[in-house]
C-alpha cells in the first residue's frame, strides 16, 4: 500500500474483502478489518474531540453563575428545580467518508444524550469502532429467522437480546452480520462520541428499518410451553423513523482517499 495512513489502510482492505454480492467475507478477512479499525483514533478521519466538545457547549444551553439565585431558609424546592420543558435527544452529525458498490465508510457524532434509535441492518455486514466518548448499545437478533411472522402476532416480531453493553474507545471493534450479532440495535451517547461504521452492502434505498420494544409477556399457545427458554425476548414492531431523530451532514476533514 502506497499511502499508509489509517483511513486509506482501511479502504483498501474494505476493497479486497467486499464484494459487489454482499456476500460475508470469511473470518480471517473481518480480523484484518477489525485490526485497522482498533487501531484508529479520532486524527485518523480529521476529527478533533475537545472541537466537538466545544461545539456541543456552545449549542446547549447553560445556566451560568450570573443567573443562580441566592438561597435563603425561605426557598422553595420549585424554585430551585423549577418544571423543565421536554427535551428531544439532539440532533446527530454524519460524516461521510466514502461508499461504493459494495461497502459505504461513514462517522456518526453524537452529542450527550443523543439517540440513535433501535434500527436494523438488514442483509447487512457491519463493523463499528467508537472513537471517543462512550454510548450505551443495545442489540437484538431476531429470535427464529423462519418462525415468526409479523402478520400472525399483531405486526410484531419475536427477537432475543444479544448485547446491552457500553462501549467507549478503548473497547474494540464490534462486527454483526446478516442474521447474528446484534443485527438490530440502538445507539445512546453516555458522553458525547464518535463512532466509525463500515457496511456492506450499503443502504440500498438510504433508509433502514426502525422498531419499537414491546415486552415480551408469555406466549398462550400450547406448542409454545417453556418459557425460560425465551429469557431475553421481547417483540418488535417496526414503526416509522422517530420524528425526534435528526442527522444533518457534516464534511470530512480527514485524508483524503486514493480510490483504487
Same mark, same amino acid.
Given at each position: 500500500? @502506497?499511502?499508509?495512513?489509517?483511513?486509506?489502510?482501511?479502504?483498501?482492505? =474494505? &476493497?479486497?474483502? #467486499?464484494?459487489?454480492?454482499?456476500?460475508?467475507?470469511?473470518?480471517?478477512? !473481518?480480523?484484518? *478489518? +477489525?485490526?485497522?479499525?482498533?487501531? &484508529?483514533?479520532?486524527?485518523?478521519?480529521?476529527l478533533d474531540e475537545n472541537e466537538e466538545n466545544e461545539e456541543e457547549r456552545r449549542t446547549n444551553t447553560y445556566l451560568g453563575p450570573s443567573k443562580r439565585r441566592k438561597l435563603s431558609r425561605n426557598t422553595a424546592a $420549585?424554585?430551585? #428545580?423549577?418544571?423543565?420543558?421536554?427535551?428531544?435527544?439532539?440532533?446527530?452529525?454524519?460524516?461521510?467518508?466514502? %461508499? =461504493?458498490?459494495? #461497502?459505504? &465508510?461513514? !462517522?456518526?457524532?453524537?452529542? +450527550?444524550?443523543?439517540?440513535?434509535?433501535?434500527?436494523?441492518?438488514?442483509?447487512?455486514?457491519?463493523?463499528? @469502532?467508537?472513537?471517543?466518548? $462512550?454510548?450505551?448499545?443495545?442489540?437484538?437478533?431476531?429470535?427464529? /429467522?423462519? /418462525?415468526?411472522?409479523?402478520?400472525?402476532?399483531?405486526? &410484531?416480531?419475536?427477537? +432475543?437480546? @444479544?448485547?446491552?453493553?457500553?462501549?467507549?474507545?478503548?473497547?474494540?471493534?464490534?462486527?454483526?452480520?446478516?442474521?447474528?450479532?446484534?443485527?438490530?440495535? $440502538? #445507539?445512546?451517547?453516555?458522553?458525547? =462520541?464518535?463512532?466509525?461504521?463500515?457496511?456492506?452492502?450499503?443502504?440500498?434505498?438510504?433508509?433502514?428499518?426502525?422498531?419499537?420494544?414491546?415486552?415480551? $409477556?408469555?406466549?398462550?399457545? +400450547?406448542?409454545?410451553?417453556?418459557?425460560?427458554?425465551?429469557?431475553? =425476548?421481547?417483540? *418488535?414492531?417496526?414503526? %416509522? @423513523?422517530p420524528h425526534y431523530f435528526n442527522v444533518k451532514g457534516q464534511a470530512y476533514k480527514g485524508p483524503i482517499i486514493e480510490v483504487i
Amino acid at each position: 500500500m @502506497k499511502n499508509t495512513n489509517a483511513v486509506q489502510r482501511l479502504y483498501e482492505i =474494505c &476493497m479486497k474483502v #467486499f464484494s459487489d454480492e454482499g456476500e460475508i467475507p470469511p473470518p480471517p478477512a !473481518i480480523a484484518r *478489518l +477489525k485490526a485497522v479499525l482498533d487501531g &484508529m483514533k479520532p486524527p485518523d478521519v480529521g476529527l478533533d474531540e475537545n472541537e466537538e466538545n466545544e461545539e456541543e457547549r456552545r449549542t446547549n444551553t447553560y445556566l451560568g453563575p450570573s443567573k443562580r439565585r441566592k438561597l435563603s431558609r425561605n426557598t422553595a424546592a $420549585s424554585d430551585l #428545580f423549577p418544571p423543565q420543558p421536554f427535551r428531544y435527544p439532539p440532533d446527530i452529525t454524519y460524516v461521510h467518508i466514502h %461508499e =461504493c458498490d459494495s #461497502f459505504s &465508510m461513514g !462517522i456518526f457524532c453524537l452529542p +450527550k444524550s443523543a439517540v440513535i434509535p433501535l434500527h436494523n441492518h438488514f442483509g447487512m455486514t457491519v463493523l463499528s @469502532k467508537v472513537l471517543y466518548g $462512550s454510548m450505551h448499545v443495545l442489540a437484538y437478533d431476531w429470535y427464529d /429467522q423462519h /418462525q415468526w411472522y409479523p402478520e400472525h402476532f399483531g405486526g &410484531m416480531s419475536l427477537a +432475543k437480546l @444479544k448485547v446491552d453493553t457500553v462501549y467507549n474507545a478503548s473497547s474494540g471493534s464490534s462486527v454483526l452480520y446478516l442474521t447474528k450479532g446484534g443485527n438490530i440495535h $440502538s #445507539f445512546t451517547a453516555l458522553t458525547s =462520541c464518535a463512532v466509525l461504521d463500515v457496511l456492506s452492502p450499503p443502504y440500498a434505498d438510504g433508509e433502514p428499518s426502525y422498531y419499537s420494544i414491546h415486552p415480551y $409477556s408469555g406466549l398462550h399457545w +400450547k406448542e409454545y410451553k417453556d418459557d425460560n427458554e425465551y429469557e431475553d =425476548c421481547v417483540w *418488535l414492531e417496526e414503526i %416509522e @423513523k422517530p420524528h425526534y431523530f435528526n442527522v444533518k451532514g457534516q464534511a470530512y476533514k480527514g485524508p483524503i482517499i486514493e480510490v483504487i
